[in-house]
C-alpha cells in the first residue's frame, strides 16, 4: 500500500496555546490520487484535510469527511503555516475557489479571501454568549453558526459552528464563518469558538475578509492507505 506524510496541527489556538481545530495536511498531496482523498479524509476524521498539489504555488485541495470544499479557513491558516515551517512558504495560496493571499503579521498567520467563496453557513445572531453555549447540537442537515456579542465595545464574539452537512457536528474553530461574519459586521472582532479556540478576523479591501491565528504542530508520521 503507498505511503504518505501526514502532519498534523493545531489551528486557531486559545490564548494558552490550547485547543485549536485540528488539520491533517499532506505536504506531497500531489502523490495521492484523485480518487483515494475523500476516503482518505473520511478515515481521517478531521474536520478537514489538505493535500498540497504544489507547495511552491501553493495549490492544494481540501476535504472533509464527506465533501470537497472550494475554499475552507482554518485549512489555509494552518497550510501557510506549515509551509513556512518546512521554509516552503508563499505568498498565495491557490484553493480551487481562487487566490487566497496570506502573511504573517506579529506572530500570526493571516489569509485574505472572499466571503463568498465560504460554504454556505447561515448565521444566526443569538441574545448572549450563554444562548450560544446552550444550543443544542442540531442534526446531520446543520449548516449554520449561532453567535452573540460578549462585549460589543471591544468586538468580542461567542461562535459555535454546526457543518453537519460536511459530515461535523460541530467544528471547534471555523475561518470560513468567520470571513463570512465579518464581512456581514464590517468591523474587526475576535472570536472565541468551541471549547476554547480563538480566530481573528477583520475586513479586508474591496470586499474581502481577513482572518488570523496561531498555529501549533502536534506531529508528522507516515500514513500509508489502500489506493483505489
Do not use: C, K
Not at 481545530?21 to 502523490?31: E, H, Y
Not at 473520511?42 to 504544489?54: I, S
Not at 481577513?210 to 508528522?220: I, L
Amino acid at each position: 500500500m503507498p505511503i504518505s506524510e501526514l502532519h498534523v496541527v493545531r489551528v486557531f489556538v486559545g490564548e494558552d496555546g490550547e485547543h485549536g481545530n485540528p488539520l491533517g495536511v499532506f505536504l506531497d498531496g500531489a502523490s495521492v490520487p484523485d480518487g483515494d482523498r475523500q476516503p482518505i479524509a473520511h478515515e481521517l476524521g478531521f474536520a478537514e484535510t489538505v493535500f498540497v498539489d504544489h507547495a511552491a504555488r501553493g495549490e492544494l485541495r481540501i476535504f472533509t469527511p464527506n465533501m470537497e470544499l472550494p475554499l475552507a479557513g482554518h485549512p489555509l491558516v494552518g497550510t501557510s503555516w506549515l509551509l513556512a515551517r518546512q521554509g516552503l512558504g508563499v505568498a498565495t495560496l491557490r484553493p480551487p475557489a481562487g487566490e487566497v493571499a496570506t502573511w504573517s503579521e506579529d506572530g500570526t498567520i493571516w489569509i485574505r479571501g472572499r466571503p463568498e467563496w465560504s460554504p454556505p453557513f447561515e448565521l444566526r445572531e443569538l441574545a448572549s454568549a450563554a444562548e450560544v453555549d446552550a444550543h443544542p447540537l442540531p442534526g446531520p442537515e446543520s449548516m449554520f453558526e449561532v453567535w452573540a456579542w460578549s462585549d460589543r465595545d471591544s468586538g468580542r464574539v461567542r461562535a459555535r459552528v454546526f457543518p453537519g452537512e460536511a459530515g461535523i457536528d460541530e467544528d471547534e474553530a471555523t475561518g470560513s464563518a468567520a470571513m463570512m461574519l465579518v464581512a456581514e459586521l464590517g468591523r474587526p472582532i475576535t472570536i472565541d469558538q468551541g471549547g476554547g479556540s480563538l480566530i481573528l478576523a477583520r475586513p479586508g479591501p474591496d470586499g474581502t475578509a481577513e482572518v488570523g491565528g496561531r498555529t501549533e504542530h502536534v506531529s508528522a508520521e507516515p500514513y500509508e492507505w489502500r489506493s483505489g
